[in-house]
């Protein structure tokens, strides 16, 4: 019994979905290098002022740290090409076979945007408040009576370091005349 052979198969499409699900790792290898091209190529067309001396200036760091993604990039890429595989998740405290828990993430980016909304208008140390008391409730807990407290000394604690021990300026509101 003969059979006809009509030339196409499915078979390259379905190895090659597999050989790409096997090797799956290799998107991160591709975000690494974007990021790395994307970071040097900033770094490389930033202004430095003429009057900078010494071999250390502002593009240092920004050159150090692209060309480590693109070093990465490649290591992970020739792992991966080798056989090399991620370790799947082993934490004792997450259970794979559950949902991913949607209202919590969509309170948390709620809370997040709410912050970065009322910075301006009502200045970091409410607006910080807000985001640490808005991420605890989000995150499980209901102690009403002592978390309100603590995201007001976490936010004023860190108004005082980011504004007056670090110099960075940030927005203080309406109640910052009144301490």
């Known amino acids: ?19 790409l699900r096997d090797h799956s790792e290799l998107g991160v290898c591709v975000l690494l290098l974007v990021l790395g091209v994307l970071v040097l190529t900033d770094a490389l067309t930033m202004d ?14 920004p050159l150090v740290v692209g060309g480590g993604l693109l070093v990465i990039a490649a290591l992970l890429a020739v792992d991966v090409l080798r056989g090399g595989r991620g370790q799947a998740e082993s934490g004792e405290d997450v259970d794979l076979s559950e949902p991913a828990d949607w ?59 980011f504004n007056n021990l670090l110099g960075v300026p940030l927005p203080g509101g309406p109640l910052m005349g009144a301490l």
């Open 103 to 161: 209202r919590t993430v969509a309170l948390l980016t709620g809370v997040f945007l709410g912050a970065a909304v009322l910075i301006d208008p009502l200045g970091f140390p409410v607006a910080g408040a807000l985001l640490f008391w808005g991420a605890a409730f989000a995150l499980g807990s209901r102690r009403f009576d002592r978390d309100p407290l603590i995201a007001a000394v976490l936010s004023l604690a860190t108004y005082a370091v």
């Open 48 to 61: 430095v002022d003429i009057a900078q001396r010494g071999p250390v200036g502002p593009r240092t760091v």
């Open 1 to 19: 019994m003969t059979t006809q052979s009509t030339g196409t198969s499915p078979a390259p499409a379905t190895e090659r979905r597999s050989w």
